[in-house]
């Protein structure tokens, strides 16, 4: 398996324009985090699915932040309008059902907004 | 709100040196998990404790859950350069909802 795949893995914008991440999960996986990593705060869960369906959003930033799951084998982030405080490394993860086996992680998109 | 304090923040060790990186909470989880990241990647699982009191070993390394399950150590014995990386703890929840929470992760360099 390819693991969690994620794009682009560089993003640089400009304040004011619409960024959309992408990722796709390991094949089987029924759960898919979310999370934005910066120095300040960590690793910070955003929003999670399973089976497709969104379960916890209470992390969205605001409502400038959205995701989508339209099927098992892909998910977006979008963040319209951007602006540079939502420069952070944004990481998507997935699981099997539960949480005892573990996430596996993407290698992230670094996003910088200038 | 379930939060998880990890200490020491950073870590700067000689090689051969041995080290803990401790892990903290008030909250009970139902599992508690490490990851090692580094510069570039994803955190990537090295471990999961489930019962309080297990202790897990992993080549150098010695994972224990506390028995209260809420707080767990990473020993390292006789650190090499290559442990180098982030160090992340993170606890589940009750319910097996998937959804893990995260502490802050500890920095460790092991110089040669």
């Known amino acids: 398996d390819a693991g969690v795949i994620q794009s682009p893995r560089h993003e640089v914008t400009e304040m004011g324009q619409e960024v959309t991440l992408r990722c796709k999960p390991i094949s089987g996986h029924n759960s898919l985090f979310w999370y934005r990593q910066t120095m300040m705060r960590g690793l910070e869960l955003l929003i999670y699915f399973n089976n497709n369906v969104p379960i916890d959003d209470s992390g969205m930033p605001e409502d400038r932040f959205s995701a989508k799951m339209p099927n098992a084998s892909f998910s977006t982030l979008k963040i319209q309008p951007s602006e540079p405080r939502d420069s952070a490394v944004y990481f998507c993860?997935?699981?099997?059902?539960?949480?005892?086996?573990?996430?596996?992680f993407g290698s992230g998109t670094r996003l910088t907004v200038v | 709100t379930q939060l998880l304090e990890q200490s020491p923040q950073f870590l700067s060790i000689q090689e051969g040196e041995n080290l803990t990186v401790y892990c903290n909470s008030s909250?009970?989880?139902?599992?508690l998990q490490w990851y090692r990241q580094e510069p570039g990647e994803g955190p990537v699982l090295l471990v999961t404790?489930?019962?309080?009191?297990e202790v897990k070993k992993l080549k150098r390394l010695t994972f224990q859950f506390g028995d209260a399950r809420k707080d767990s150590s990473l020993h390292i014995t006789a650190a090499q350069p290559g442990d180098t990386g982030l160090y992340l703890c993170a606890g589940g929840g009750s319910g097996n909802t998937g959804k893990l929470i995260f502490g802050q992760g500890t920095t460790l360099q092991v110089k040669p």
């Open positions: 404790v489930v019962t309080g009191g």
């Open positions: 909250s009970v989880f139902s599992s």
């Open positions: 993860a997935s699981s099997p059902t539960g949480d005892l086996l573990g996430y596996t």
